[in-house]
T-cell receptor, first 118, second 114 residues
């Protein structure tokens, strides 16, 4: 158990709909990351938040948005859903970026939310 | 910028035989490297990480990886495969710069035959 929780585990919805995925990071972690995993694209970084502020953007579509709240939990909003949005969505968290030795901290992944768009 | 390349998309071994999953990296500076494992329908679990303190890194479940700068490699090994090792393994690095952007290899699917 990584300490990162995600809800819901599974989500089935129809095209054109909007859904919200929720993530609670490990206690004390300030950074939250969202990833999409699909068969054809593999693991793709979507977006990162650090202590409530957007820090980095990856391959995130304009129909998708995210935010991190004062209690550090994060939500990923997916709208105008298309069949191709069906995927596993992972959240990960980490402490502050680099260790004192200058290397990067590892990220701890949640169990994921499986989104199926019909 | 850093990149990682996993050289095998599928590896099949017999139970009790050694495992070798290959990963090469490219980086203009000392890299941060990780191996993650993903069991079917599960999240990613950290196996081990390279922190530049030691070139041979020991991880969980008997896995280890050796950082070889001269070969720009970070191969994952295990002396004796177990059926429960069947999973997908990802070699991961960082893009570098101000953000913690993980760069994932394409994954190696490990099958363990009885």
């Amino acid at each position: 158990d990584s300490g990162v929780t995600q809800t819901p585990k599974h989500l089935i919805t129809a095209t054109g709909q909007r859904v919200t995925l929720r993530c609670s990071p490990r206690s004390g972690d300030l950074s939250v990351y969202w990833y999409q995993q699909s068969l054809d694209q593999g693991l793709q970084f979507l977006i990162q938040y650090y202590n409530g502020e957007e820090r980095a953007k990856g391959n995130i579509l304009e129909r998708f948005s995210a935010q991190q709240f004062p209690d550090l939990h994060s939500e990923l909003n997916l709208s105008s859903l298309e069949l191709g949005d069906s995927a596993l969505y992972f959240c990960a968290s980490s402490p502050r970026g680099r260790t004192s030795g200058g290397t990067y901290n590892e990220q701890f992944f949640g169990p994921g939310t499986r989104l199926t768009v019909l | 910028a850093q990149s990682v390349t996993q050289l095998d998309s599928h590896v099949s071994v017999s139970e009790g035989t050694p495992v070798l999953l290959r990963c090469n990296y490219s980086s203009s500076y000392s890299p941060s490297l990780f191996w993650y494992v993903q069991h079917p329908n599960k999240g990613l679990q950290l196996l081990l990480k390279y922190t530049s303190a030691a070139t041979l890194v020991k991880g969980i479940n008997g896995f280890e990886a050796e950082f070889k700068k001269s070969e720009t490699s970070f191969h994952l090994t295990k002396p004796s495969a177990h059926m429960s090792d069947a999973a997908e393994y990802f070699c991961v690095g960082y893009r570098g710069g101000a953000t913690n952007k993980l760069i994932f290899g394409t994954g190696t699917l490990l099958a363990v035959q009885p």
